[in-house]
């Protein structure tokens, strides 16, 4: 192929790569997204990409990295452009991505990201941070003032670092400029991410000036919405394919699946771009497809993360190849679907066999290790909820006892083998001081089930919760972990 040249305009790119359809310098900057990780990437920016050459606008993005300097310096190098490649079972297509200007990394650049925020042009904000980011209490919807970002800057308010503290300053900002409020769109897997996140900003602005939380309240939007594309980490193959699809090298390339969803809250305070045209849907209640998608999707995704990564699956298609956690997958998806109320045009089984069939896919390189992080971030919304609304109903709560007792298990930190890991969890010091002489599964159920703010009440207090959680969690320890999948597996009637 000769030397490569660097993806960083759109001419000497192979014929057979999708290109945008629209002149990029011909459109203005209307979004600022916090968070351009591979999922934004995978996600909203194909979906304004789209909006761009279907109907226009200035709606591009100007995206800030809050750590990443690496990220930043991929696409920066590029002019923002970067390589999308969707991989499915007959192969894969690259498609090149211009929504992205550029991105300013936080830590460099903090008053030039504020001056961003506060500008004009501005019309919404975007964010994928991942959950722990926010540092919002859920049970009592206000902002977690124990955060280390949030402390830090409800004592500093006018040089914020966190994202709550940097939504309320620019607010703040550009109330006093008499500049209009944004639209504040979080697209990470929050319960009612819109409800919880502009209670989190109210919250806080509320501790520092009560006037500015009304002004915020009357003026802000905080749509809720559910996104869906399973999206790996990039790897040295998904360079390597780039490099072969298309003809140059590209550093911010990111790979997905065919699939994309996107289920958004039609609450806009100035306007927003086309996204119906890439196939969004908009609609006035967004809980049923997000509850949907947490319970079926995320759910199964935890139960085969922890069961499989022990069970020595890399991949969630490795998963999907063993011998008996399909069927588990299978279980854990029907015993989600029982605890959703109907929703109209969906009907969860046929939704559960695309899911399946989604994470069978051959050309994804999906880690269990990836989906196993921030475990106690997740299985609230994933699996602790589900629970309790099963054990209200009298429906069966062993499967997600059975996924709560495999991350239980996961907490140890060691494989049958001895293998260490690090279970990258924002608690995992605390997870590690609660499990400090612990061996049986009694202690352990005991331990974790103790963690502040984890556990609801109703299962903590539950002898049929405990007690499955014990069984299921002591043949993990004592039998092995293949040992215990085959158990449970034999249960399901495999």
């Known amino acids: 192929m000769g030397m490569l040249g660097r993806l960083s305009d759109l001419s000497n790119i192979d014929p057979a790569v999708s290109l945008p359809g629209y002149m990029p310098d011909q459109h203005k900057c209307g979004i600022v997204h916090l968070g351009p990780g591979a999922f934004h990437r995978a996600h909203q920016a194909v979906y304004t990409d789209a909006a761009l050459a ?30 999308l490649i969707e991989r499915g079972t007959l192969g894969a297509r690259a498609r090149v991505i211009a929504s992205i200007k550029r991105v300013i990394v936080m830590a460099d650049h903090a008053a030039q990201a504020m001056s961003l925020l506060v500008d004009p042009a501005t019309r919404i904000v975007s964010m994928t941070v991942t959950e722990k980011a926010y540092g919002i209490d859920r049970q009592n919807s206000c902002v977690d003032v124990g955060h280390p970002a949030n402390r830090a800057d409800l004592a500093n308010p006018r040089n914020p670092t966190g994202v709550i503290g940097l939504l309320v300053e620019s607010l703040r900002q550009r109330r006093d400029a008499g500049v209009s409020a944004f639209t504040v769109l979080c697209c990470d897997n929050l319960p009612d991410n819109g409800v919880l996140v502009k209670a989190g900003v109210l919250d806080f602005a509320a501790r520092l000036d009560p006037q500015l939380a009304e002004w915020i309240g009357d003026n802000a939007t905080f749509p809720s919405n559910m996104v869906d594309r399973i999206t790996p980490a990039s790897s040295s193959e998904t360079y390597s394919m780039c490099q072969e699809l298309t003809g140059q090298q590209d550093r911010a390339c990111v790979e997905t699946e065919e699939f994309s969803q996107w289920v958004i809250e039609d609450k806009f305070a100035d306007g927003r771009p086309d996204w119906e045209s890439a196939g969004a849907l908009f609609v006035e209640d967004v809980a049923p497809f997000e509850r949907m998608k947490l319970r079926m999707l995320n759910g199964a995704h935890s139960m085969l993360a922890y069961s499989g990564y022990l069970a020595g699956c890399t991949h969630v298609r490795n998963v999907m190849a063993h011998r008996h956690l399909p069927d588990l997958v299978d279980r854990h998806m029907k015993a989600a679907a029982a605890t959703l109320q109907p929703l ?76 260490t890991y690090q279970l990258r969890d924002p608690r995992q010091r605390e997870i590690a001081a609660a499990l400090n002489g612990a061996h049986s599964a009694a202690d352990i159920s005991q331990s974790l089930h103790g963690l502040d703010n984890l556990f609801p009440t109703v299962l903590k207090d539950d002898p049929q919760w405990r007690g499955t959680i014990e069984e299921i969690l002591s043949r993990f320890l004592e039998r092995g972990v293949e040992a215990a999948i085959a158990h449970e597996a034999g249960l399901n009637g495999s």
């Open 54 to 83: 279907a109907s226009g606008g200035d709606w591009r993005i100007t995206a800030i990295s809050l750590r990443s300097r690496q990220g930043a310096d991929a696409l920066n190098a590029q002019n923002g452009l970067y390589t």
């Open 344 to 419: 109209d045009g969906i009907d969860y089984s046929d939704y559960g066999v695309q899911l399946a069939a989604r994470f069978r896919n051959p050309a994804l390189a999906h880690e269990t290790y990836q989906i196993a992080m921030d475990g106690t971030e997740k299985l609230p919304q994933r699996l602790l909820l589900p629970a309790v609304d099963a054990l209200r109903a009298k429906q069966d709560l062993r499967p997600f006892a059975f996924a709560v007792a495999a991350w239980m298990r996961y907490c140890t930190g060691q494989t049958d083998a001895g293998a």
